[in-house]
């Protein structure tokens, strides 16, 4: 299956009944796969939104009523988005974003890119809040951490998105769809009728009393730590005895791990780290990754987003290094075999 439609699949099957979207290149074919698809489920719905930003609104109402919802979008759509991710975030309440990147800023090109790193994990939106953010590298992967996102998004009460880009997102490989179990949450928080047995529930994201506001944001920053210590996925590859560890995430560390192979065909000691939840990010799996390398080398689809993350989270134990292409040109395995020899040299 494409990438796009394998996540659409994996959303309906894990048990996504709303779908509200807007066209944008390189995302368009999960709004037509949901167009086709959600009708032909019980209680589906499938809405082609005004814009963007009615589109995250009604994916805040229909989340509030307790179902499971989606949006999906690609990088200048996402920004539309943002002001009500910041009510979504605020409100506690779960949902799923997907971001199928392009180049930016502005308009940019319809081109893969990875550029939307700062935004995903730093300031999808105004005000104190982190979303949960996990970025796939094969169409397999995108099915599986669809699966992961809506579960994680629900028990924790935290919006996710699928951080991915239109490489992969236009990529076609096999897949297996794993027998699902829709796993269930308490949702007695949802406003989805009382039937005169209970209070009324009321999703909100305004207070007036700062103190109040102030002591709601607290109380979800421990909700925030819970998820540090519970959510973090990575993949290290060769990076045992690796002399220098590369850093790379999504598609781009596909093409890393090519360049890895060849690098140690040529006698340099060098692994592969690949962090899959971008927040949080895996921390833990990191400094193992790099604890007997001599440096680091970050490898992105940007002018290099992630590379504060990595320093920051070795504590600046290790140089790190960057390279990157950006404005939707793919770096080839040659370029960044090139960059290892440079950094490491051939034994």
């Given at each position: 299956?494409?990438g796009?439609?394998?996540?659409?699949?994996?959303?309906?099957?894990?048990?996504?009944?709303?779908?509200?979207?807007?066209?944008?290149?390189?995302?368009?074919?999960?709004?037509?796969?949901?167009?086709?698809?959600?009708?032909?489920?019980?209680?589906?719905?499938?809405?082609?939104?005004?814009?963007?930003?009615?589109?995250?609104?009604?994916?805040?109402?229909?989340?509030?009523?307790?179902v499971r919802?989606?949006?999906?979008?690609?990088?200048?759509?996402?920004?539309?988005?943002?002001?009500?991710?910041?009510?979504?975030?605020?409100?506690?309440?779960?949902?799923?974003?997907?971001?199928?990147?392009?180049?930016?800023?502005?308009?940019?090109?319809?081109?893969?890119?990875?550029?939307d790193?700062?935004?995903?994990?730093?300031?999808?939106?105004?005000?104190?809040?982190?979303?949960?953010?996990?970025?796939?590298?094969?169409?397999?992967?995108?099915?599986?951490?669809?699966?992961?996102?809506?579960?994680?998004?629900?028990?924790?009460r935290?919006?996710?998105?699928?951080?991915?880009?239109?490489?992969?997102?236009?990529?076609?490989?096999?897949?297996?769809?794993?027998?699902l179990?829709?796993?269930?949450?308490?949702?007695?928080?949802?406003?989805?009728?009382?039937?005169?047995?209970?209070?009324?529930?009321?999703?909100?994201?305004?207070?007036?009393?700062?103190?109040?506001?102030?002591?709601?944001?607290?109380?979800?920053?421990?909700?925030?730590?819970?998820?540090?210590?519970?959510?973090?996925?990575?993949?290290?590859?060769?990076?045992?005895?690796?002399?220098?560890?590369?850093?790379?995430?999504?598609?781009?560390?596909?093409?890393?791990?090519?360049?890895?192979?060849?690098?140690r065909?040529?006698?340099?000691?060098?692994?592969?780290?690949?962090?899959?939840?971008?927040?949080?990010?895996?921390?833990?799996?990191?400094?193992?990754?790099?604890?007997?390398?001599?440096?680091?080398?970050?490898?992105?689809?940007?002018t290099g987003?992630?590379?504060?993350?990595?320093?920051?989270?070795?504590?600046?134990?290790?140089?790190?290094?960057?390279?990157?292409?950006t404005?939707?040109v793919?770096?080839?395995?040659?370029?960044?075999?090139?960059?290892?020899?440079?950094?490491?040299?051939?034994?």
């Amino acid at each position: 299956m494409k990438g796009n439609e394998a996540l659409a699949e994996a959303a309906v099957r894990v048990g996504c009944k709303c779908y509200f979207g807007y066209p944008i290149t390189p995302q368009t074919e999960i709004a037509a796969y949901m167009a086709k698809r959600m009708p032909t489920i019980d209680g589906g719905v499938f809405v082609q939104a005004e814009s963007e930003i009615a589109a995250i609104n009604m994916v805040l109402g229909a989340s509030a009523s307790g179902v499971r919802a989606m949006t999906s979008s690609s990088s200048p759509g996402i920004s539309l988005k943002s002001e009500g991710v910041s009510y979504m975030a605020g409100s506690d309440l779960p949902g799923v974003i997907v971001n199928v990147q392009r180049g930016g800023p502005g308009l940019g090109g319809i081109q893969p890119s990875q550029s939307d790193y700062w935004q995903a994990t730093k300031s999808l939106g105004h005000g104190d809040f982190q979303i949960l953010v996990f970025a796939p590298a094969s169409v397999q992967e995108i099915i599986d951490l669809t699966v992961k996102a809506f579960d994680t998004s629900d028990k924790y009460r935290v919006p996710a998105m699928i951080f991915m880009d239109g490489l992969l997102g236009q990529m076609m490989e096999p897949v297996t769809f794993p027998e699902l179990k829709h796993n269930q949450f308490d949702k007695s928080w949802a406003c989805n009728g009382h039937g005169n047995k209970r209070k009324h529930n009321i999703i909100n994201s305004l207070y007036l009393q700062a103190d109040q506001l102030e002591s709601i944001v607290l109380e979800r920053y421990k909700r925030y730590e819970t998820i540090k210590q519970e959510l973090h996925m990575a993949e290290s590859y060769l990076t045992e005895d690796a002399d220098i560890v590369v850093v790379a995430y999504g598609a781009t560390a596909r093409i890393v791990k090519s360049a890895v192979v060849k690098a140690r065909s040529n006698g340099i000691r060098v692994g592969m780290f690949r962090p899959i939840t971008l927040w949080p990010f895996p921390i833990q799996e990191i400094n193992k990754a790099v604890e007997s390398c001599k440096s680091v080398l970050c490898v992105e689809m940007s002018t290099g987003q992630m590379v504060d993350d990595v320093r920051l989270s070795i504590n600046c134990s290790k140089l790190v290094h960057f390279f990157g292409r950006t404005g939707g040109v793919v770096p080839t395995p040659m370029e960044v075999f090139n960059k290892i020899v440079e950094l490491g040299g051939v034994n």
